[in-house]
């Protein structure tokens, strides 16, 4: 049971932690949509949502979509990841969703990663990394990432949910992820970058062959 079958365990694990009458904080993504899927009948009172996509879907299902500035903050949030280490760390950001993620992320009180076996590694970067940019700063950005050692690729034909672009960074070997994410953070232009090290998951639930696995 890796792939699709992991990422459902995982996220149904996640779902028997919403706590009833509660409002969370919802990712987004194909493992996030198992999350989504296993919350009717939870009595979830609402979610602050990171992405359209994930907002269409909570709606459908007739969960109300709450605005951030609408709550103090958030006792959960689920969200998935493209790559978690052993530290609980994570690159974020293959839909593009990144930015809203990070700031969804930061308000909560406790943030459940979602994921399949697949996705843990022993160091962050075989993913590329994406980062939001302004579009203004595309180039400026692309030069500073190649000065960074990597190999920036602009995603053809996207725009985030915010108006902007992404740069997939390919060939990092990211030995320091809370180094590389502020230094990110410090360049003009860049919106987010997809590091969640500065503020890492607080649980990892892994779906594979052999159940659920709880890392903390
Ligand atoms: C979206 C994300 C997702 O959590 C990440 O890309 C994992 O997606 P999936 O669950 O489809 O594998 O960060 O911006």
């Given at each position: 049971m890796g792939g699709e079958a992991g990422k459902r365990a995982a996220a149904e694990a996640a779902a028997a932690l919403v706590e009833a009458g509660s409002v969370i904080g919802v990712g987004t993504g194909s493992t996030v949509n198992?999350?989504?899927?296993?919350?009717?009948?939870?009595?979830?009172?609402?979610?602050?949502?990171?992405?359209e996509a994930s907002s269409a879907r909570l709606r459908e299902l007739g969960i109300p979509v709450l605005d951030a500035n609408e709550v103090d903050g958030l006792a959960l949030y689920v969200d998935g990841a493209d790559e978690v280490n052993r530290h609980l760390q994570m690159i974020k950001g293959g839909g593009g969703a990144l930015t809203r993620e990070k700031i969804v992320a930061a308000m909560s009180d406790r943030f459940v990663c979602i994921v399949d076996a697949a996705k843990r590694v022993g160091v962050l970067g075989a993913f590329p990394l994406?980062?939001?940019?302004?579009?203004?700063?595309?180039?400026?950005?692309?030069?500073?990432l190649a000065r960074l050692g990597g190999r920036p690729v602009l995603r053809e034909g996207f725009t985030t949910d915010n108006g902007n672009l992404i740069l997939d960074v390919h060939g990092l070997e990211i030995a320091e992820?809370?180094?590389?994410?502020?230094a990110l953070n410090d360049l003009p232009g860049v919106v987010t970058n997809g590091l969640f090290a500065l503020r890492p998951a607080d649980l990892l639930l892994v779906g594979s062959e052999g159940g659920v696995e709880r890392v903390e």
């Open positions: 198992h999350f989504i899927d296993a919350l009717p009948g939870r009595d979830c009172r609402g979610a602050v949502s990171s992405s994406p980062v939001e940019v302004i579009p203004m700063a595309r180039s400026f950005i692309g030069r500073e992820p809370i180094r590389l994410e502020r």
